[in-house]
């Protein structure tokens, strides 16, 4: 019986052969290419804001999805259920959004977000990756 050699389909990211290295490697074997964004919501300050009380209608979370939908789309998202002030989103399609434009685009929303007149101009966002925890 002929014998054939597999040469690919193994569980690196497309395109990549080898060890992945130091650096960690996102690998989406389904769906669309995803970017990835964690946001900390902040005053001008810089002091963090807890955002327990900001899930509602009208609110600043509804408020941040309202502005990553101008240019994207949130497939998935992640409260934190403390006074960390953080929001992880994974957005489609990937590129749409950059931390600087998206970090521009949320501070942009200013002093008196939503119903509790937040002030979210000092929020910051960072590229997450996606990590289960």
């Known amino acids: 019986m002929a014998e054939v050699t597999r040469v690919n389909g193994g569980v690196q990211p497309q395109g990549q052969t080898g060890s992945i290295g130091s650096t960690d490697a996102l690998v989406i074997l389904n769906g669309v290419e995803m970017d ?47 006074s960390t002030g953080q929001v992880s989103v994974a957005v489609y399609p990937a590129g749409a959004w950059t931390t600087t434009t998206l970090q521009a685009a949320i501070r942009a929303l200013g002093t008196s977000v939503g119903g509790n007149t937040v002030d979210v101009s000092g929020s910051t966002v960072s590229s997450s990756g996606l990590e289960f925890v």
């Open 36 to 82: 990835f964004f964690k946001i900390i919501q902040q005053d001008v300050s810089g002091d963090i804001n807890n955002i327990v009380n900001e899930l509602d209608v009208g609110e600043s979370i509804e408020s941040f999805f309202q502005t990553i939908g101008t240019k994207a789309t949130v497939e998935m998202y992640q409260v934190e259920g403390d």
